[in-house]
């Protein structure tokens, strides 16, 4: 009976090291600068598999995908960036117990990424600065304020539009995508975001 444990744990931890290393393989292959054709489920997915540490204990993660999500031109790095620092946010913001939701949806001829948490939302007098550099809630040296900074820039850049919803029972961001990349990003391969 307990070599049937062992080998279970055993495979467990073989899956899950399989799992990091097709989702860095992901990643890596992102990271080269150039604009790609982007599959949003699987870049959501694969940071999900980044971050599936952070979302060990209460954390219910839900996914609503469009079975029809169009593929995006982009630079795909930058996208894995702005969908790891968004999870990121929302788990801090449950303090590690709740609902992360996650959606992908068609948006006229682009396409709506939200991700939502069941936090207790940001307060009216911080909420205007969320996208300043620099501006963080978290302790010093838990947060640099610069990571919501980097995800609207990077959303800007692809020529989309980031936004939220936020109220005592949570926080929600939309991500707003373009099918193309507008041409003053195309001319500028490798900028925004790699900081």
């Known amino acids: 009976l307990l070599g049937i444990q062992v080998a279970n744990e ?3 931890g073989a899956d899950r090291v399989s799992e990091l ?3 860095v393989k992901e990643f890596s292959y992102l990271d080269q600068g150039s604009i790609q054709t982007v599959n949003l489920k699987t870049s959501i997915d694969n940071a999900l598999v980044l971050l599936k540490h952070r979302l060990k204990g209460g954390v219910k993660v839900i996914k609503e995908y469009d079975p029809d999500l169009p593929e995006i031109e982009a630079f795909g790095a930058e996208l894995s960036q702005v969908w790891i620092n968004l999870i990121d946010n929302a788990i801090f913001a449950m ?3 709740g609902e992360l939701t996650i959606t992908a949806t068609r948006d006229g001829d682009g396409v709506l990424i939200t991700i939502g948490d069941t ?10 600065r969320v996208f300043d550099p620099f501006f963080t809630t978290k302790e010093p040296g838990v947060g640099t ?3 919501l900074a980097t995800v609207h820039s990077i959303i800007v850049r692809h020529g989309g539009k980031l936004d939220f ?8 961001f939309r ?3 373009s099918p193309k990349l507008p041409d ?3 001319g500028s391969e490798g900028g925004a975001g790699q900081s």
């Open 95 to 97: 303090d590690g117990e």
């Open 10 to 12: 055993v495979k467990i």
């Open 175 to 177: 991500a707003r995508l």
């Open 184 to 186: 003053a990003a195309r």
């Open 119 to 128: 936090g207790t939302g940001i307060p009216e007098d911080v909420a205007s």
């Open 165 to 172: 919803v936020t109220g005592p029972t949570g926080t929600t």
């Open 145 to 147: 304020g610069l990571g």
């Open 21 to 23: 290393i097709q989702a």
